[in-house]
């Protein structure tokens, strides 16, 4: 399995949450505007052989401040379990982050990216399962196209800004929101 995590969704979804009275948990990770995550986002959900968790977002800053974020970005760990209670392998996350010249604009650079690392993996045959972490609704036609191509689907998001129509069409859905949240 491979995890494409849409950073930029996950992270402006669960600064929203904030900003509504969510409490984050306190092991959460943030980096404001780029970058949000737990550690448990994929231990509880997933018991299977992790290849790559790449971390997909968008950030405003000096080469400096993109050489620090990426370094920070690839020290955190996530770890994986094969079954119920057994602790199996470890690796640390793969960043991918793409300039934006102001914060406000918007940009499809991380939705194209991920699409083109998923499809291109899925259709050599390096991996069987996709677990994509985004609430996006335009992810449908590569989840649909990967579920074409005989792999599986899993998707993690938070519930603010959830398309609706993900969770019924993937393998298995994970709402992160208590994995991020008190």
């Known amino acids: 399995m491979m995890v494409f995590v849409d950073g930029e969704n996950l992270t402006m ?14 092991e959460v990770k943030l980096i404001p505007d780029i970058f949000v995550w737990q550690p448990q986002t994929i231990v509880e959900a997933l018991r299977v052989e992790i290849v790559r968790v790449t971390y997909y977002s968008y950030a405003v800053g000096t ?9 920070d970005i690839r020290g955190i760990p996530y770890q994986f379990r094969e079954s119920v209670g057994q602790w199996h392998g470890e690796g640390f996350l793969y960043p991918k982050l ?26 050599r045959d390096s991996i069987d399962i996709v677990y994509l972490i985004s609430g996006d609704g ?5 989840i649909e196209e990967i579920i074409r191509s005989g792999k599986q689907v899993y998707l993690g ?11 019924n069409i993937v393998d298995k859905f994970f709402n992160l929101d208590n994995v991020y949240f008190r």
């Open 13 to 26: 979804r669960f600064q929203d949450m904030v900003k509504k009275g969510r409490t984050p948990r306190p």
């Open 138 to 142: 335009d992810y449908r036609p590569l």
């Open 63 to 71: 080469e400096e401040q993109f050489k620090k974020w990426c370094e």
């Open 157 to 167: 998001a938070l519930s603010d800004g959830l398309n609706s129509d993900l969770p």
């Open 98 to 123: 793409f300039k934006k010249l102001k914060q406000s604009a918007k940009r499809k650079g991380v939705d194209i990216s991920i699409a083109v690392d998923a499809l291109s993996h899925t259709h």
